[in-house]
C-alpha cells in the first residue's frame, strides 16, 4: 500500500517536519556512531525518507541513503545534491557492498511482524562490515508505549501552508502494531484549502524481541538510552555490533 503521507505529501515535508527540527538527534545519532568499534566514515542510512537527518549528518559521514518512496527520495535529492540516493525496501534491498555504519530512523516503525524486522536486521547486516556498527532508532517499544497525539505545521514564504494533528493508539495491546492516526489540513498558493486522514500501522516490538532479533541475525546487541532535551520520555534505541572475526558476505 502506497502510503499518501510519503506520496503526494511529499513535497510538503519541510512544512510538516522541518530539517532543523532534526538537529538534536542527529547530533546524538554521530555521537552513537563515533563510539563503534571501526571507525565510521562511510554510512548507510536506510528510510532516509526526505533527508533530514542527512543534512546534520553529511558534514561529518559519507552517507548513502535508501528510501521506499520516490517522491520523498526527491525531496532529499534537492536538500542533498551531492549525496546518492536508491530507492529500495529496507527488507530486501542490496547494494552490493558494505559501510562502516547503517542507520535506520523512525522509518523502521514500519516493521510491523518478526519477520519484517528480522529482514531490516538483515539487509543492515549485509551491508556492515565487521567491526562496523547498526542503529536502529524506533519511536516506541511495547513496554512504554503511551498512547499520545501531537499537532504541528508550518506556512511558506509562497503562501502554502499545512496543519497536522497525529494521535497514537494501541488497538490490541496484545500484538506487535500499534497505530498512528493523521489528519492534514492543506493550503494552496492560490488559498485553496483541502484535507485528508491517513492510518498508519506501526510495529511496536518489546525491547526483549529487539535485542533476540538482532542476536539472531549476527550482531552483538545492546540499547543505548536517548538523550535529549524535548518535553517527553527518551526513547531506547538499539545497536548491534558486527563482529570484528565474522567475515560472512
Known sequence: MTLRFYSELA???PLISPPEEYAEEATFIASVLRHAERPVHQVLELGSGGGHNAVHLKSEFELTLVDLSPEMLAMSRQLNPELEHHQGD???VRLGRDFDAVFSHDAVDYMTTEDDLRAAMATAYAHCRPGGLALFTPDDIRET???SDDHGGFDSVDGRGIRFLEWSWDPDPDDSVVRTEYAFVVREIDGTISSLHESHDLGCFS???WLRLLIETGFEAGTITEVTSENRAPRQFFVGGRPFNDDRG
Do not use: A, I, Q, V
Open 207 to 209: 525491547s526483549e524481541d
Open 145 to 147: 508505549f503511551r498512547g
Open 90 to 92: 529496507m527488507r530486501t
Open 11 to 13: 513535497p510538503w515535508w
